[in-house]
């Protein structure tokens, strides 16, 4: 009786018994709402850890983790400068949970740009970005700047110095752009300094806004990777595949739970920083930009223009027109395929360029931006 | 691209057991930091130690409410404050636990009662960092960006001035002190303070300065002012020789349009003038040789420092020198003066080490550059000159100090540590120290002393307390001496009254509705207020008294000076204080029959009066003598004092006997009735 009612449940629900047999995976594939975004049958080669090292799927899965921690800290989080930093030390000493959430949430947004970052390095250097997946490419670096930007503004929201001040260098380097930069700074900001406007709007778009655009976007992206043909591989070979159910489904699954691992305990042994409360008549010396902005901020030492224009918007825009320079055919499936050498050479040049900026600027600067040793 | 159905390699029907086994590990994996997560809240430090006192109390009978325990926090909205404190220390309030262990241990003394928790917290008072639950995250001691660590117990007096504003907070002790320094020393006349009047020290104006001093006094002065005065105000500029020599250069020009008044001194006679010394009680504001008043210089050498001539002339009319000075201009006839004059330029003639005379006037050439050093330092700050503008105060505001962040780099390359206190205390102690180029003068402070400053400065915080909460000293203004009047408020005295209050200096010791001088420890020398006097003594009484003062009180030190009131000067002030300065309120009259007067009597033998109090020949010199105190007292206050002295007075010797009013009326009646005593005269 029991046993009836919940096989009821459940066929309503899947619609199809547990897929053990060939036909029954192939349908679970197919009407599974989840599920369907996959397809039903996988290449081989894509399954194969050391071709994508899994770093998209981190990425939606940190994607998921910070929505998940997000809407719990909304709850207690309020975004005015009187409430906001009160927020933070409820969350971190009355909350219960309350330092866990938080701390899985920062660690979880730095791992993700770092993840995003990595994964575009993946990308580039086994050539999945050329047809039919051009597009999705583009999708893909639109995706990098949202995560930036959610970082960003999720940056303000505890309202301390660090905050404060990181918002502070950030927006400046914004208004460096010629015309449009100081009115996009008017606007992010609800006026020229930094106060109740600026954490509003800074929330919203934390929140909604870049939340939305992002879960759009990621939808968009998944759906380009089936219609493109699944995940790229080298042409003109006859490719195994294998039914997604259970080989790709499980090791999805296997991902999740490593990456839910690595959040926890990043999260129990580490705590998220929290400075003074913002004090906009205390400058901190040096004040730096988030991390993954402190390479812009060195550049910018050497000349705003530079830094805050012309090597930011220069980078966006080759990556954004990648796919559609780069039309030679070859070299893609594999990584560092020796048809791309020249091309791999000039990536790795610029990203290790982007990486080694950013750690002069986060460990290599002290105050007055003069050269300190970090240890 | 054609499906290849291939048959799989590797990859069968069936996940691979290698992979099952990493997905297994990795599930328990997550278990266990599911399970961590949830060791770690309910391990937290608050829990663990409302367990503990659980287990404290299990002995002990259990109230309801401990089974409700739970994070236990006071929100006072008012201050902006969480506190959680209460959420460990959970016996803070249960006097049984006086003996028990931190941090169940109850609050030590009475302060809970005069404090309660629930209105003032416990960060208000100590500091630290209330919305935590941790011992470490309370910033018991200092803990990184928390700018308020709590406060030790020696600096623990700062945190009660932030609300209590009085110069002189009831039961603080090193607050008081650092207050009092420092209305003493000047602060506020090159630093905004926060409850300070702008110019707390009246520093004479330097106008004729070369009428009155020799250069040799001034070199000497400039270099070490306490080498002349001991507990002079004035700090020590650290001036180097070039400096000195300018500024004295500058100072000696002629400044003003004084002149000194000529006497013939072949006929001074040092004798009267120092019976007159004595008469006129001068050193009821002067000291001499280490004993005295301190509501004016010590006169020990000046001698040595001011001309016979300038002495002379000042005591004749010190308002013309000094139009603020607190000094009354004694009714002195020319003689009387220049015996004076003369004594105290003999008797008190000796010039101190360092301030011997030289010949040498300053080069006049050096003027110009002693003028800009006078600017520099800001010694218009506190001393006005004829033609020198009074420019902004020289220092910054003080307002903050208390929360002041500092830049560790200079201090640590001189080896100073970077707290704050410690900054304060040696800035406070020697400017140089901390900053080779500082203006301010090192005042000389003892350790003590500069440790009771500290505590006073840290007591300005960045964010006063409201105003429901904090507690203020009645409001006071310096008597409007030498300057023009406004009939302004407060009290202002007018016409021909006003013109004796300020010719014999009353407001420089009495106070009349707020008005009036304040010593550095915020209250006036004299005890006696003039708002209600004319309800209190008798006009015949005011009238004599005025004319020729005498000690009511025979212990109190500081007794009214001399004045040498003219007669029909005394009839005026006596006429209008007993007919302006009246309350109506304690104005009455007592029977005087003489079942009542025995009644009074008992009670006054009962109360054991005169164990203060003299009558006929005994008693104690605690309180005024009574005999015959009914010329003097008006019986009307007479019942009023004894109902309530301490609202009379604050803090007053006369205890509160809870008496009736028709027992304070015969007891009137009785001590007003007492004889004078026939050997002292009429006057008593």
Redesign the interface.
Known sequence: MINDIARRLWLSVFRVGWPRTRQTRVEAMLSSFVLHVHPT?VR?HA?RPTYTLGLGLVSFYLFLVLTVTGLALMLYYVPHPDAAY?SM??L???V??GM?LRNAHRWAAHGMVAVVFLHMCRVFLTGAYKAPREFNWVVGVLLLLLTLALSFTGYLLPW??LAYWAITVGTAIVAYFPVLGPQVRYLLLGGHEIGAAALLRFYVLHCLVLPLAMAFLVALHFWRVRKD?GLSAPPGR?????LAW??LV??E??VL??V??VI??A??LFDAP???IADAT?TPNPAKAPWYFLGLQELVRYGAIFGGVVVPTGLVLALLLLPYLDTHPRGVGVWFAPERRTANAVFVAIALAVVAVTIVGTFFRGPNWAWVWPW | MGVAVVKPQGLGRRVSPGLLLVFGLLSVALVATVVWAVWKEARAEWRVWQGRYAALEAGAPVTAEDGARGLQQIWLPDLDRVDRCTSCHLGIAEPERAGAPQPFRAHPGRWLEIHRPDRYGCTACHGGQGEATSYRGAAHGPIPYWPEPMASRELMEARCGTCHRERRPKGTDWLARGRALMADRNCTACHEVPGHDAAEVRAPRLDGLALKVPPSWLRGWLKKPNGYLPKSRMGDFRLSERDVEALAAFLLQPHGKLALDRTDWSKADTEKGGELFRASRCVTCHEVNGRGGTLAPALTHVGAKASRDWLYSWIRDPHRFQPKTLMPRFQFRDDEARDLAAYLSSEYGEAPEGFQASDAAPSPALAEEGRGIYEKRGCYSCHELEGFPALARIGPKLAAIGDRVLEPAPLVARGIRTTLPNWLFTKVSGPERVLDAARMPTFGFAEDEAAAVTVALLSLRAREAPPARTTRDPVRVPPAYGSPTSGGKPYEPQGEFGALVRRYRCLSCHTIGGSGHVTATGAPLSTVRLDRIGSQLTREHLERYIAKPYGVRVALPERMPHLNVAPEEARTLAAYLSTVMVDDAIEGTVPVDAVTVARGKQLFDRHGCVGCHIVGDKGGYVGPDLNGCGARLKPGWAVAWLLEPERWKPGTLEPDHGLTRPEAEALTAYVLSLPARKAKGAGR
Request: net charge positive.
């Open positions: 049958w081989v399954l009160r030390k409820d971190e000493y009355a219960t949970f866990f301390d110095q043909g006859l490719h195994r595949r294998v259970p080989h499980f090791r699954l296997l739970v490593l839910l691992v926890h305990a999260a129990l929290l400075e003074e205390r």
